[in-house]
């Protein structure tokens, strides 16, 4: 058959050409509908990683802590006592753009699936989340869509949502980021893998019955977005909570019977992507039987049962003879359990509607056949550093900034998500990372996303390499040593070589702040394509972190905590306004360098917070960022609800600076006026700059010469509504 | 009490056995018989996915009428949340839980004013005594009609209201649109509770606060005091 009769069907599921001409190469014939559907599916950008696969190779993935890297359903770091943190990141943006309720919904229910699929129980989801302004009503629309959407599958589960981030920029009008991390605890003993690795098991469907819903999702999510993508709505999946929070108390039980040996989510691609991946893991091939698979509506046909998106759905691999145990499990919950396939000895993936093949192929050519993408690259042109107008009504920029929308708090949004179930959470959203109990120990977790994505405009590799930096900053402002890493890379169309630049860029910063920092790399996703009627979004690659605190006892706030402690800067400041809040409240354009990241300063920094809080010299910690040093004073004093005396501040760069310079490596801390001497010490022997700023007390705020406000009133600013 | 949909099954039999160091047991929705049981707590969560209304499908599991009868024959059973909603569903305590006043779901830190010690859930509180507790709800906005609000104030079985921090009860504090700032009731015979907030959510200081467990420990004494 020749290609040109097929262009139709070929951009239906978004292949070209040339992929066209690699399938009948690899398989020796023209592949058939549903073989042309699953090879589309895994050979989108989605599930393939066609273009970034490549870049991808630089990332440090192994540590002494990693039981589970990249290439899992999610992966798992040791955190001791015989438990591991499984986690990941994955975007659901392109969903989100035309759906909100429903992406946001279902990018939650997604996540979660990953971490109980490797026997984990979920304990907390994060979110990382971009808009366009809130002044436009289509914006508005989305964001509170995806807030709804995220606190109604999150709320219903049963697994708290405890922290995450999000920003407002013109470059997200009409494509929002959306992209949701879920981490869960499992011993190591019961840590599963998702592979096929004996000929003769028995495959089962389990969860809910398989509709029309989502075919196409992995492919819509590879192209670009234009005006006539709201036609696209039948490509969002719907989500079901109930049903997947019964769907997780079984696979948890599931994941105590020894004759089960893999449990695998369907996510894009569905049972496609499933299944092959499955397999082909495992080095086995497997027979799959679509006629058994249990649907919701009549009349459909293996290729949409193939490439159903529908949610809440397990794969689960069973030995001969543990059929029943598995559905007595499944009866308990009242959920389906069909035995759809068998593992084979060979490497084909064969599927059947009753005795008729449908698609025959090999595993190999459908998993790693996918040609790689090499897009040209080009550096964006050099910005010129913007002129930073001179510091006045310094009381009046700083209200100002406090209720912006990028600095304001974030109160309004978390509380609609339940933060608290599970009984777990030591310190919620809010602060610099989400602290939870680790349940039968005296340990914790510290969790957080970052990613300033003003900063990676203005140069990927140190804007990627500052999202890492203050990430491990503010897990360590908990107490908590940093442990390992996902990431999220929400990129536009890398067939544009200013993008890819950016990808290339951001995917070699991100590598080596891990390496410099000593983080794996356990687990992430790749979200290109997020372009919108020829916009590309700012690149925004998202960092979420996990840290361990071994006792919580030496846990850390970022609230002042007494009257009388007294206030320092930890580093240094530099005249570095560069993708600073103050410019981009100012009106100012984007531009110049960013804040120089030096990781080894980074390093220095980190090890002293960590020597101070394993001693219990800190009162509280708090993380300078975005704003600059003034913002993170008035978090401190706010979160703290305490005020603060600072007669002046004192430094070798310009008023502006001083205030709101968003210099790196630098955090402000509390201590009790006796544990001065041991602070000097720590900080001498690791040879960080420390400031002394001024004493917690009082109602008001006061910085300088020049700002001098009631706490209410920096609170009425702080807390202004969406 | 575990419906499917049900999740803080888990939090409230670790306040119970693992705080409070009772011995505690699930019961499963399909259950008949209740046995040994001296105390039923229907814990939040969405049962049944709060699908037609909440608590509107948990109200026919099989197990309800054993709790009923349990109830009836004097049994302790504490209603949180959810499970407040299914007693109201099923006529074990009056009113309704509306949709939020601000048709958002609310998670945050509360006060409540404690109106009654005189059932088995508050006698380890002193009367008007402030707790800070958790809510977590869509639905919570208690309703009843005049003659019935009038029925629970006279007959003394308001619980808790929503407060301020030193106890006044005001519109600002209510964080739901409840009439009469109600954040909990009991019945006549005072030992059936359901209550919106979260006391299982503030039972160790690690969490921020153990006023919740003061709940649980009235329920322990009053079995107590029964046996005895």
């Given at each position: 058959?020749?290609?040109?009769?097929?262009?139709?069907?070929?951009?239906?599921?978004?292949?070209?050409?040339?992929?066209?001409?690699?399938?009948?190469?690899?398989?020796?014939?023209?592949?058939?509908?549903?073989?042309?559907?699953?090879?589309g599916?895994?050979?989108?950008?989605?599930?393939?990683?066609?273009?970034?696969?490549?870049?991808?190779?630089?990332?440090?993935?192994?540590?002494?802590?990693?039981?589970?890297?990249?290439?899992?359903?999610?992966?798992?770091?040791?955190?001791?006592?015989?438990?591991?943190?499984?986690?990941?990141?994955?975007?659901h943006?392109?969903?989100?753009?035309?759906?909100?309720?429903?992406?946001?919904?279902?990018?939650?229910?997604?996540?979660?699936?990953?971490?109980?699929?490797?026997?984990?129980?979920?304990?907390?989801?994060l979110?990382?989340?971009?808009?366009?302004?809130?002044?436009?009503?289509?914006?508005?629309?989305?964001?509170?869509?995806?807030?709804?959407?995220?606190?109604?599958?999150?709320?219903?589960?049963?697994?708290?949502?405890?922290g995450?981030?999000v920003?407002?920029?013109?470059?997200?009008?009409?494509?929002?980021?959306?992209?949701?991390?879920?981490?869960?605890?499992?011993?190591?003993?019961?840590?599963?893998?998702?592979?096929?690795?004996?000929?003769?098991?028995?495959?089962?469907?389990?969860?809910?019955?398989?509709?029309?819903?989502?075919?196409?999702?992995?492919?819509?999510?590879?192209?670009?977005?234009?005006?006539?993508?709201?036609?696209?709505?039948?490509?969002?999946?719907?989500?079901?909570?109930f049903?997947?929070?019964?769907?997780?108390?079984?696979?948890?039980?599931?994941?105590?019977?020894?004759?089960?040996?893999?449990?695998?989510?369907?996510?894009?691609?569905?049972?496609?992507?499933?299944?092959?991946e499955?397999?082909?893991?495992?080095?086995?091939?497997?027979?799959?039987?679509?006629?058994?698979?249990?649907?919701?509506?009549?009349?459909?046909?293996?290729?949409?049962?193939?490439?159903?998106?529908?949610?809440?759905?397990?794969?689960?691999?069973?030995?001969?003879?543990?059929?029943?145990?598995?559905?007595?499990?499944?009866?308990?919950?009242?959920?389906?359990?069909?035995?759809?396939?068998?593992?084979?000895?060979?490497?084909?993936?064969?599927?059947?509607?009753?005795?008729?093949?449908?698609?025959?192929?090999?595993?190999?050519?459908?998993?790693?056949?996918?040609?790689?993408?090499?897009?040209?690259?080009?550096?964006?042109?050099?910005?010129?550093?913007?002129?930073?107008?001179?510091?006045?009504?310094?009381?009046t920029?700083?209200?100002?900034?406090?209720?912006?929308?990028?600095?304001?708090?974030?109160?309004?949004?978390?509380?609609?998500?339940?933060?608290?179930?599970?009984?777990?959470?030591?310190?919620?959203?809010?602060s610099?990372?989400?602290?939870?109990?680790?349940?039968?120990?005296?340990?914790g977790?510290?969790?957080?996303?970052?990613?300033?994505?003003?900063?990676?405009?203005?140069?990927?590799?140190?804007?990627?390499?500052?999202?890492?930096?203050?990430?491990?900053?503010?897990?360590?402002?908990?107490?908590?040593?940093?442990?390992?890493?996902?990431?999220?890379?929400?990129?536009?169309?890398?067939?544009?070589?200013?993008?890819?630049?950016?990808?290339?860029?951001?995917?070699?910063?991100?590598?080596?702040?891990?390496?410099?920092?000593?983080?794996?790399?356990?687990?992430?996703?790749?979200?290109?394509?997020?372009?919108?009627?020829?916009?590309?979004?700012?690149?925004?690659?998202?960092?979420?972190?996990?840290?361990l605190?071994?006792?919580?006892?030496?846990r850390?706030q970022?609230?002042?905590?007494?009257?009388?402690?007294?206030?320092?800067?930890?580093?240094?400041?530099?005249?570095?306004?560069?993708?600073?809040?103050?410019?981009?409240?100012?009106?100012?354009?984007?531009?110049?360098?960013?804040?120089?990241?030096?990781?080894?300063?980074?390093?220095?920094?980190?090890?002293?917070?960590?020597?101070?809080?394993?001693?219990?010299?800190?009162?509280?910690?708090?993380?300078?960022?975005?704003?600059?040093?003034?913002?993170?004073?008035?978090?401190?004093?706010?979160?703290?609800?305490?005020?603060?005396?600072?007669?002046?501040?004192?430094?070798?760069?310009?008023?502006?600076?001083?205030?709101?310079?968003?210099?790196?490596?630098?955090?402000?801390?509390?201590?009790?006026?006796?544990?001065?001497?041991?602070?000097?010490?720590?900080?001498?022997?690791?040879?960080?700059?420390?400031?002394?700023?001024?004493?917690?007390?009082?109602?008001?705020f006061?910085?300088?010469?020049?700002?001098?406000?009631?706490?209410?009133?920096?609170?009425?600013?702080?807390?202004?509504?969406? | 009490?575990?419906?499917?949909?049900?999740?803080?099954?888990?939090d409230?039999?670790?306040?119970?056995?693992?705080?409070?160091?009772?011995?505690?047991?699930?019961?499963?929705?399909r259950?008949?018989?209740l046995?040994?049981?001296?105390?039923?707590?229907?814990?939040?969560?969405?049962?049944?996915?709060?699908?037609?209304?909440?608590?509107?499908?948990?109200?026919?599991?099989?197990?309800?009428?054993?709790?009923?009868?349990?109830?009836?024959?004097?049994?302790?059973?504490?209603?949180?949340?959810?499970?407040?909603?299914?007693?109201?569903?099923?006529?074990?305590?009056?009113?309704?839980?509306?949709?939020?006043?601000s048709?958002?779901?609310?998670?945050?830190?509360?006060?409540?004013?404690?109106?009654?010690?005189?059932?088995?859930?508050?006698?380890?509180?002193?009367?008007?005594?402030?707790?800070?507790?958790?809510?977590?709800?869509?639905?919570?906005?208690?309703?009843a009609?005049?003659?019935?609000?009038?029925?629970?104030?006279?007959?003394?079985?308001?619980v808790?209201?929503?407060?301020?921090?030193?106890?006044?009860?005001?519109?600002?504090?209510?964080?739901?649109?409840?009439?009469?700032?109600?954040?909990?009731?009991?019945?006549?015979?005072?030992?059936?509770?359901?209550?919106?907030?979260?006391?299982?959510?503030?039972?160790?200081?690690?969490?921020g606060?153990?006023?919740?467990?003061?709940?649980?420990?009235?329920?322990?004494?009053?079995?107590?005091?029964?046996?005895?």
């Amino acid at each position: 058959m020749a290609v040109a009769i097929r262009r139709a069907e070929l951009e239906a599921v978004a292949l070209d050409e040339a992929e066209y001409r690699a399938i009948v190469r690899l398989i020796g014939r023209d592949p058939s509908d549903v073989e042309l559907g699953m090879f589309g599916a895994l050979w989108s950008e989605h599930c393939g990683y066609k273009t970034s696969k490549p870049l991808l190779r630089q990332l440090p993935t192994e540590g002494p802590g990693v039981l589970q890297g990249p290439g899992e359903n999610a992966g798992a770091v040791d955190i001791g006592e015989g438990l591991a943190v499984v986690f990941k990141i994955e975007s659901h943006n392109h969903p989100s753009a035309i759906e909100p309720y429903e992406g946001a919904a279902t990018g939650v229910g997604g996540i979660l699936r990953d971490v109980f699929a490797m026997g984990a129980r979920p304990i907390a989801i994060l979110d990382s989340l971009r808009f366009g302004p809130l002044e436009r009503n289509r914006n508005r629309h989305l964001f509170m869509g995806v807030v709804a959407g995220i606190g109604g599958y999150g709320n219903c589960f049963g697994c708290p949502t405890v922290g995450g981030e999000v920003y407002f920029d013109e470059g997200y009008s009409d494509n929002p980021i959306v992209n949701a991390m879920c981490v869960g605890l499992v011993r190591h003993d019961r840590l599963r893998r998702a592979r096929a690795d004996r000929a003769g098991d028995v495959l089962f469907l389990v969860g809910a019955d398989t509709g029309r819903d989502g075919i196409h999702g992995a492919t819509f999510a590879s192209v670009e977005l234009d005006d006539r993508s709201h036609t696209r709505r039948p490509a969002v999946q719907v989500g079901n909570p109930f049903l997947e929070k019964l769907l997780c108390e079984a696979c948890l039980q599931l994941n105590e019977l020894e004759e089960v040996t893999a449990i695998q989510d369907l996510g894009a691609a569905g049972l496609t992507s499933a299944a092959c991946e499955l397999a082909h893991r495992g080095h086995r091939g497997l027979d799959i039987d679509v006629a058994r698979v249990s649907r919701r509506e009549r009349g459909m046909n293996p290729y949409e049962v193939m490439l159903s998106e529908s949610q809440e759905r397990m794969l689960v691999l069973v030995r001969p003879g543990g059929e029943d145990a598995v559905r007595r499990i499944f009866d308990h919950f009242e959920l389906h359990a069909d035995a759809i396939g068998t593992v084979t000895s060979g490497d084909r993936v064969r599927v059947r509607e009753g005795e008729a093949v449908v698609a025959d192929l090999p595993l190999a050519a459908l998993i790693d056949g996918v040609p790689l993408r090499s897009p040209a690259a080009r550096p964006a042109d050099v910005s010129l550093p913007s002129l930073v107008p001179a510091l006045e009504q310094a009381e009046t920029v700083l209200l100002d900034l406090l209720s912006s929308p990028n600095l304001r708090s974030r109160r309004p949004i978390y509380r609609t998500y339940d933060h608290q179930v599970q009984d777990n959470t030591v310190i919620g959203p809010g602060s610099d990372a989400a602290l939870l109990r680790v349940p039968g120990t005296n340990r914790g977790l510290a969790l957080t996303t970052d990613g300033n994505s003003r900063y990676v405009a203005l140069d990927p590799y140190v804007g990627t390499q500052a999202a890492v930096a203050e990430a491990a900053r503010n897990l360590v402002c908990t107490g908590a040593r940093p442990l390992a890493v996902t990431n999220c890379l929400n990129f536009g169309n890398p067939q544009r070589p200013h993008v890819f630049w950016q990808l290339q860029e951001s995917v070699r910063g991100l590598a080596d702040a891990c390496r410099a920092l000593d983080l794996p790399i356990v687990s992430g996703n790749v979200s290109l394509y997020n372009e919108t009627n020829g916009r590309n979004i700012p690149p925004t690659p998202v960092i979420g972190m996990v840290g361990l605190l071994d006792d919580l006892g030496e846990r850390c706030q970022a609230g002042f905590q007494e009257d009388g402690d007294l206030v320092f800067l930890l580093g240094e400041t530099r005249d570095e306004m560069g993708g600073s809040a103050y410019l981009q409240q100012a009106g100012v354009e984007l531009g110049g360098p960013p804040p120089r990241v030096d990781l080894a300063a980074e390093r220095r920094l980190q090890s002293a917070i960590l020597n101070c809080t394993r001693n219990g010299v800190l009162r509280s910690a708090h993380d300078v960022a975005d704003g600059g040093l003034v913002i993170a004073l008035a978090e401190s004093a706010l979160l703290g609800s305490r005020g603060l005396r600072c007669p002046a501040i004192v430094g070798a760069v310009s008023a502006v600076a001083l205030y709101f310079s968003e210099s790196q490596a630098r955090a402000v801390i509390s201590v009790t006026p006796r544990r001065v001497p041991e602070l000097q010490a720590i900080m001498g022997h690791h040879g960080i700059l420390l400031q002394a700023l001024g004493v917690v007390g009082g109602d008001a705020f006061q910085v300088g010469p020049d700002i001098r406000l009631p706490l209410d009133v920096l609170r009425q600013a702080w807390e202004t509504a969406f | 009490m575990v419906f499917p949909g049900t999740w803080s099954d888990r939090d409230c039999a670790h306040a119970v056995a693992d705080v409070l160091g009772q011995p505690a047991r699930f019961i499963d929705h399909r259950a008949r018989r209740l046995d040994d049981v001296d105390l039923v707590i229907l814990p939040g969560g969405f049962s049944y996915g709060d699908h037609l209304r909440c608590g509107a499908i948990a109200r026919f599991a099989p197990v309800m009428e054993a709790i009923i009868d349990f109830a009836d024959r004097g049994g302790l059973v504490l209603g949180i949340c959810n499970g407040f909603q299914v007693l109201q569903e099923a006529r074990m305590l009056p009113g309704a839980l509306l949709k939020n006043a601000s048709c958002q779901f609310r998670c945050e830190w509360v006060n409540l004013r404690v109106e009654q010690t005189d059932g088995a859930f508050t006698t380890e509180c002193r009367p008007a005594q402030v707790l800070r507790i958790p809510i977590s709800h869509g639905e919570g906005n208690f309703y009843a009609d005049p003659q019935t609000l009038a029925a629970l104030e006279a007959g003394g079985q308001v619980v808790f209201r929503y407060c301020m921090p030193d106890g006044r009860v005001v519109e600002d504090a209510n964080p739901n649109g409840s009439l009469g700032n109600i954040a909990g009731i009991m019945n006549r015979r005072g030992n059936v509770l359901g209550m919106m907030p979260h006391p299982e959510r503030a039972c160790e200081t690690l969490l921020g606060g153990t006023d919740g467990l003061t709940i649980f420990q009235s329920a322990v004494r009053a079995l107590q005091r029964v046996a005895a």
